[in-house]
């Protein structure tokens, strides 16, 4: 699998609005104390909820801690802590909430199904799993590279949450004709 340079994402991202999905979530649930931020990317999610008051770990492959440390005071600092590494060697702390904004679609197909385990193993009882999974009709269903699932499977691989939103989103962004079709997720962690 060819391994993708995320830096210029990151940086042509940075100061981007955080992404609505976290502000429905943060809007209806108010029972978490921490996060991960799985993929954080340039970080602008994990420091909206650090100047929240959140504890966040900020996890990405690539990771350009300044991004985060840069926007925050001494407080906030207090309240980080980062792990640099790629999805399949990640083992994940125990934590009330996984946040993964457009992140694991690009986990190495191979060991998808091993991030998915780890993240619904993290995730402390009753807490919650909110972020994106690729619909089979998004642009990115074209490469092997990329997981995609049709509605009916990402469904399935919520049978362990009580799906609180499953939102299903299609379009074609104009900038650049890319097909669109991912599925927005906040679920429960099922205790069993």
């Known amino acids: 699998m060819i391994e993708k340079d995320w830096s210029n994402y990151q940086s ?3 100061n981007n609005n955080v992404e609505n999905l976290l502000l429905i979530f943060l809007n209806k649930y108010n029972d978490v104390n921490s996060f991960i931020d799985l993929g954080c990317g340039a970080g602008n999610e994990s420091v909206y909820l ?3 008051g959140y504890k966040v770990i900020s996890i990405d492959r690539q990771l350009n801690k300044n991004y985060i440390l ?11 802590k980062f792990i640099e590494c790629d999805f399949k060697d990640l083992v994940l702390p125990l ?11 690009f986990c190495n197909p191979i060991y998808f199904d091993k991030l998915w385990d780890n ?3 993290s995730i402390n009882e ?4 909110v972020g994106q999974l690729f619909g ?3 642009d990115f269903s074209k490469t092997n590279q990329v997981n995609t699932f049709t509605r009916e499977e990402a469904i399935s691989k919520l049978s362990k949450y009580e799906i609180l939103l499953f939102d299903e989103i299609e379009f074609i962004r104009e900038s650049d004709n890319k097909k669109w079709h991912y599925f927005n997720i906040i679920a429960r962690k099922n205790t069993i």
């Open 12 to 14: 042509n991202t940075l």
């Open 50 to 52: 650090l100047k929240k």
């Open 70 to 80: 840069d926007r925050l005071n001494d407080k906030e600092k207090d309240n980080v």
């Open 95 to 105: 934590s009330d909430c996984i946040l993964a904004m457009f992140s694991i679609p």
């Open 119 to 121: 993240i619904y193993n």
């Open 126 to 129: 009753n807490g919650y799993f």
């Open 136 to 138: 089979n009709r998004d």
